[in-house]
């Protein structure tokens, strides 16, 4: 079965610090990498896909992906308040249309 | 442009009653995708449906039924509701699998079955 690992959290993080958040998958096979957002009662909103090894970069967001170590990270420069909430790692496999979710990593960023 | 559209957002339920849950998109997705979050166990689907015209079973699909009426719309179907099926319901849909698997969610449905 395919899983994939997150720290549930809460991982606190004074405002305008670095926040780092990991996922770790199963399934070596995997080719899509996704994060999403999703703040206390409302739904999962995208923030990064990332396919290739490496680093991506999006304003204050980079997502980081190492297939060899079966890892993928994300983090998010300059903190704010409003970044305050639960961070999913989700991993497809090539051409599936099954997102394996991980359980989430929630943030708090202290004032 | 609405994007995903979930029908009811709220619903109360007594154990053995039916109900349908509604999903349609307006982002010509050819894709859609129904989940249940559950509090310490993170996002698992239920069933998807790559195209029109086709439904596959997901991760949790006993006691649940689909219906892809058309290219716009997913209808999730609990013929028999029990209390471990109280859960936030999300439909979802993406244009492709594979790296075209990015997925746009509904606002949700919260379902309690008493």
Same mark, same amino acid.
């Given at each position: ?111 | ?45 239920? %069933?998807?449906? &790559? +195209? ?5 079973? /997901? ?8 219906? !892809? #009426? ?18 936030? %319901?999300?439909? &979802? +849909? ?5 790296? /075209? ?8 449905? !919260? #379902?309690?079955?008493?």
């Amino acid at each position: 079965q395919k899983e994939v690992e997150q720290n549930s959290g809460p991982l606190s993080v004074p405002e305008g610090a670095i926040a780092s958040l990991n996922c770790t998958y199963s399934d070596r096979v995997s080719q899509s990498f996704f994060w999403y957002r999703q703040y206390s009662g409302k739904s999962p909103e995208l923030i990064m896909s990332i396919y290739s090894n490496g680093d991506k970069e999006d304003g204050r967001f980079t997502a980081q992906l190492n297939k060899a170590s079966q890892y993928v990270s994300l983090l998010i420069r300059d903190s704010q308040p409003s970044d305050s909430a639960t961070y999913l790692c989700a991993v497809n496999g090539a051409g599936s249309y099954q997102l394996t979710f991980g359980k989430g990593t929630k943030l708090s960023v202290i004032p | 442009n609405a994007g995903v559209t979930q029908t009811p957002k709220f619903q109360v339920l007594k154990t053995g009653q039916s109900m349908t849950l509604q999903c349609a998109q307006d982002m010509n997705h050819n894709s859609m995708y129904w989940y249940r979050q559950d509090p310490g166990m993170g996002l698992r689907l239920i %069933y998807y449906s &790559a +195209s029109e015209g086709t439904t596959d079973k /997901g991760e949790v699909p006993n006691g649940y039924n689909v219906s !892809r #009426l058309n290219k716009r719309e997913f209808s999730l179907r609990l013929e028999s509701a029990a209390p471990s099926q109280t859960s936030v %319901y999300f439909c &979802a +849909s993406s244009d492709a699998g594979g790296q /075209g698997n990015i997925q746009y969610f509904g606002a949700g449905t !919260r #379902l309690s079955v008493l």
